[in-house]
């Protein structure tokens, strides 16, 4: 006991020694910034399904594939950068008591450089509680609007504006679904019909409905349907059906005008059945016109998500294949707009990253393990 007590009496005078000889030193906090961002940074959306009301939006460096931050999507959040890339949209629900309880939708708003939350804007509780996809939440080409799908069930999109910093409007949109902006006009989006239609709806000054006009049939919903995932070139917007058809719509006007499609897949590949697939299965390098497609074989019925065997690189003025990559069971991809592009594919198997080459000779590179749990959706900045 008397040695005890004479350890402790050393150790006391230790400790009051060293706090005699100085003043003590205190952590400081403060808000670091993220690198400056360039066009191979991810944001990666993730519901997160099995703690679903806390989804996450993973952001990373898609060059040295370091993770760099997350930001909350809270329940079913949809993400969007805007246009001139400052701001962060995230368009999403939360309720009184996590689960349950009193139901409210806003559309948070966060700083990219910092990942901070700098506000929100709150909208009408009829925010669509899906799975991230890309024309969920879309802001307009001149950066006014922010346009976020809804389903009560009922199709209809909140128009948000972002200069005044409030709900704007909500246009009904019966039968149709999914929000793609007009590149030519701010007050302009188009969106995808169950009849096989494409409809444009112009706003007013105001956020408000002013016209809508409707394409011609352009697609049997019964025998091959598209899919609602689309990429563009200017108001020249793609979309591949489910058996390998591309079809092009000019969106640059009120009315939408249709060209003639053609075929992805033909000869022997029509033969083994290979089909696209995916959650976001199309990416174009706008530049060069080249077109990425994922798919997978052995296509049948209820087929159209499968993770891909293969993606196929093609020219769009060629119409023609020039490429074909190792698929890394891809279920969404993106392509840089850099002149420098790279090719990203979530692996929806493994939720690994794979990145590929996407120049003038596409080719695979190197991978990320473990990016998320159920991610679906990716946009680069």
């Known amino acids: 006991m008397t040695r005890f007590i004479r350890a402790l009496g050393l150790v006391s005078a230790a400790c009051l020694a060293s706090a005699a000889s100085g003043e003590p030193r205190y952590e400081t906090l403060s808000v670091a910034k993220l690198p400056e961002p360039t066009p191979h940074r991810i944001y990666l959306s993730d519901v997160s399904i099995n703690h679903i009301v806390d989804g996450r939006l993973h952001v990373i460096d898609g060059d040295a594939l370091k993770y760099l931050g997350v930001v909350s999507l809270g329940y079913t959040g949809n993400a969007a950068l805007s246009v001139d890339r400052r701001e962060l949209y995230v368009a999403t629900t939360y309720y009184s008591r996590l689960s349950r309880g009193e139901r409210s939708d806003v559309v948070d708003i966060h700083d990219p450089q910092t990942l901070e939350h700098k506000g929100e804007i709150a909208i009408p509780s009829r925010h669509a509680q899906a799975l991230p996809y890309k024309g969920l939440t879309r802001p307009s080409s001149d950066g006014r609007w922010l346009f976020v799908q809804n389903a009560t069930p009922a199709s209809s999109v909140t128009v948000v504006d972002l200069k005044a910093r409030k709900f704007a409007a909500e246009i009904p949109t019966p039968g149709c679904w999914i929000v793609i902006p007009s590149q030519t006009a701010g007050n302009r989006f188009s969106t995808l019909c169950g009849d096989g239609t494409l409809q444009s709806i112009v706003l007013n000054d105001s956020g408000g409905f002013r016209s809508r006009a409707r394409s011609a049939r352009f697609f049997d919903p019964d025998e091959d349907p598209v899919f609602v995932q689309t990429d563009n070139i200017g108001d020249r917007h793609y979309f591949v059906s489910y058996k390998g058809l591309l079809h092009t719509a000019d969106l640059s006007g009120d009315e939408p005008r249709l060209e003639a499609p ?120």
């Open 262 to 381: 053609w075929a992805l897949v033909a000869g022997e590949d029509g033969r083994k059945a290979w089909r696209p697939s995916g959650y976001q299965l199309v990416a174009i390098h706008r530049k060069t016109g080249r077109l990425f497609v994922s798919f997978h074989a052995g296509g049948k019925e209820g087929s159209h998500k499968d993770p891909a065997k293969e993606i196929w690189v093609f020219d769009l003025e060629k119409k023609k294949r020039v490429a074909r990559l190792p698929g890394h069971n891809a279920i969404a991809i993106a392509v840089s707009q850099d002149d420098q592009p790279k090719l990203f594919a979530i692996d929806g198997l493994k939720m690994g990253l794979a990145v590929f080459d996407a120049g003038a000779k596409p080719r695979f590179l190197k991978r990320m393990e473990q990016i998320g749990e159920s991610a679906t959706l990716m946009e680069l900045h």
